[in-house]
């Protein structure tokens, strides 16, 4: 019996240790060493060095993009250069010249909280890849809705959708185009709203040329 009720209180012993906190009734506590003013430093201007190279080859696809005039590209290729110069002449500096952690915090959560482009350039290159993807497949079927109707055939319900898809690319790139950091940072709200206004006519687009692409390859 004496046997069974040590057993027993050892159990409850292990139990309640377990259910202790750490740092209770005595116990020893594990401390993480707390990172170098050095590590932190480093790790900052890593995070500068990937936004950077982020926007630089946001910068490079905008250019590529076929569906939007120079004049559209002018402003975000722009805002683009602004940014990095910002990142590289005001940002990074404090980072590197800060002298209390509390002062390099405060630089290093200045990248993450003041910069808002990744919420208007990174949609602006993507909805741009698909508005130039989808022109592509425009022209591609506009030059055989064209063929059909020079052989004779009534190509009226595939030249209302080639006009249909036009519209909705049309509006796609002119919402694209006004984005920018400055009406982020006034309305993100009314960003948003933009981003899915796009996302709408996007989709609108596709649909209707991938309609009129099963109308002129029904087997396919």
């Given at each position: ?76 290729i722009a805002g683009i250069n602004e940014t990095i110069a910002v990142l590289n002449g005001m940002y990074r500096p404090a980072v590197n010249t800060a002298t209390t952690r509390a002062a390099l ?41 064209a063929a059909a109707h020079d052989g004779g055939a009534d190509t009226t319900e595939e030249e209302a959708l080639l006009a249909s898809a036009g519209a909705r690319l049309q509006d796609a790139t ?47």
């Open positions: 019996m004496k046997r069974t009720i040590r057993i027993a209180t050892a159990a409850v012993a292990a139990a309640v240790a377990l259910a202790v906190p750490a740092g209770a009734a005595g116990a020893s506590v594990t401390r993480v060493p707390r990172r170098t003013m050095a590590a932190v430093r480093h790790e900052c201007n890593r995070k500068i060095d990937n936004r950077v190279a982020t926007l630089a080859n946001l910068e490079a696809r905008i250019s590529a993009t076929r569906r939007l005039s120079e004049a559209q590209k002018a402003p975000m915090a405060q630089a290093c959560s200045s990248i993450f909280v003041d910069l808002r482009i990744f919420a208007v350039y990174a949609p602006q290159v993507r909805y741009s890849a698909m508005v130039d993807a989808l022109g592509n497949f425009s022209d591609s079927l506009s030059a055989q809705v002119a919402k694209i185009a006004s984005v920018s950091p400055e009406s982020f940072n006034a309305d993100p709200a009314g960003t948003r709203a933009t981003w899915d206004a796009v996302h709408a006519d996007v989709a609108g687009a596709f649909v209707d040329l991938l309609t009129l692409h099963r109308m002129l390859h029904p087997a396919a």
